[in-house]
């Protein structure tokens, strides 16, 4: 039977001595970091962010300018992710122009450009069926945006009639 005057000190003492023998025996653990863990310490995360974001501007640029040496340019910049930097490829003759015409009431010169480099690139089918669907949201445009389908329409119609239709 277990007599606990006697028989708890001799176990205590033997669990303190068996402790002490397995922490002498314990060897620290080396840290291992993984490769997510690396790159998101507090002095390599900042160095990426920054390659990251002046690779994206160079190839940007890169881009600009490539298509400003194959198809020329016009006189309106080109939003994108930077900010206003590269010009417009002028892939038609359509796309530059002197005046606008007078029947626009909406579009302004930038916009106006805008929509037809987008139409020069259209075949004759798919300015049709765009012309269709622009009656079709003209109908059912609230006010504020009728004259921008107004003019949609109109420049439409005008490329079509360009075109031969």
């Known amino acids: 039977m277990f007599d606990w005057d006697r028989d708890y000190s001799e176990l205590v003492e033997k669990t303190k ?3 002490a023998g397995s922490k002498m025996a314990e060897v620290t653990p080396k840290v291992i970091w993984s ?5 998101a310490s507090p002095h390599i995360l900042p160095v ?18 490539r298509s400003v040496l194959s198809f020329g ?3 309106t910049p080109e939003w994108s992710v930077f900010g206003v930097s590269a010009l417009t490829p002028n892939t038609g003759a359509s796309a530059m122009i002197d005046a606008l015409p007078p029947e626009l009431v909406v579009y302004e010169r930038a916009q106006y450009q805008r929509f037809m ?3 020069s690139n259209m075949t004759l089918p798919e300015l049709q069926n765009y012309a269709q669907r622009t009656r079709a ?8 945006l009728a004259p921008f389908y107004t003019d949609a329409l109109f420049l439409l119609e005008r490329e079509a009639l360009q075109r031969g239709m």
């Open 17 to 19: 001595a068996a402790d």
């Open 35 to 39: 490769p997510a863990a690396r790159l």
């Open 117 to 119: 480099l987008g139409l």
């Open 73 to 75: 340019m016009a006189s």
């Open 48 to 65: 990426l962010l920054v390659a990251v974001f002046l690779a994206g501007l160079a190839y940007e640029k890169a881009d600009a300018a």
């Open 137 to 144: 949201d003209l109908d059912a445009a609230p006010g504020a």
